[in-house]
């Protein structure tokens, strides 16, 4: 499956990147590239393959939460900019 130079642009919008001429024709050849390889897997007969999250086994590496003892505060707020009392102190978002 081939992808346009006019797709290329199109997706750039979407993305809001700005893209040179080369840069367009660039990612229209690699795009192009990936969709081809993709278009040969979707040619496979995978009738008989069941559907998977994951290619491996995985296996539930859970530990119990345990209660210990906590970092003294001092040691907490040690590499920090700007503390208040007991919380770290940051600046207001947009600023």
Do not use: Q
């Amino acid at each position: 499956m081939a992808i346009s130079r006019d797709e290329v642009l199109h997706v750039a919008r979407l993305a809001r990147l700005a893209l040179t001429d080369e840069e367009v024709e660039r990612l229209t050849e690699e795009l192009g590239a990936i969709l081809a390889a993709v278009g040969v897997v979707a040619e496979l007969d995978l009738a008989d393959v069941p559907p998977t999250s994951h290619p491996l086994d995985l296996v539930n590496v859970w530990d119990e939460d345990e209660p210990r003892a906590s970092l003294v505060l001092d040691d907490v707020f040690a590499n920090a900019p700007d503390r208040e009392g007991d919380h770290f102190r940051v600046p207001p978002v947009g600023e």
